[in-house]
């Protein structure tokens, strides 16, 4: 539930973003942001065209896997909320201590195995993006149809 509801939020966010920032359908970047999220967000933030003094560095390969890693953490984040939340129902509706003892351990098991997941594929994501990091590449805003907006009299 909390998922498709960030989802939407973050879809909604996309589309207006992308409208105001004169990108070509804007409407199939929120779709996309909507149902693959953590694929279709960091392609969006290296892409999108900048603004005037926003700056962007490294190349679009390190963009993209540092627009991932932000968003990793945050669909990993939501998931061990929801998991904490559905164990905690299932501790309350227990009927013996061992019920209780035993949705516990579930419990912190489940965490873990969270938590292990999003560090390692956090780790894999950063130490393949500092490899393909070009420090020489930095974009200045205005960009894209915005540079060209900004260019006419």
């Known amino acids: 539930?909390?998922?498709w509801i960030l989802n939407i939020i973050i879809a909604l966010w996309v589309f207006f973003d992308a409208k105001?920032?004169?990108m070509d359908q804007p409407v199939l970047w929120a779709i996309g942001a909507f149902l693959i999220m953590i694929l279709v967000i960091p392609?969006?933030?290296a892409k999108r065209p900048l603004k005037e003094g926003e700056v962007r560095e490294g190349g679009t390969a390190w963009n993209v896997i540092k627009s991932f890693a932000i968003f990793w953490t945050l669909m990993m984040f939501v998931a061990g909320v929801a998991g904490m939340g559905a164990a905690g129902e299932v501790v309350n509706s227990a009927s013996s201590g061992a019920e209780q003892a035993g949705a516990a351990i579930g419990t912190a098991i489940g965490i873990s195995m969270i938590l292990g997941l999003w560090f390692v594929v956090l780790a894999g994501a950063l130490v393949i993006g500092l490899f393909l990091k070009k420090s020489s590449i930095v974009e200045k805003g205005p960009t894209g149809r915005l540079?060209?907006?900004a260019q006419q009299p």
């Open 1 to 3: 539930m909390w998922y």
């Open 147 to 149: 540079e060209q907006i």
């Open 43 to 45: 392609f969006y933030f």
């Open 20 to 22: 105001g920032r004169k």
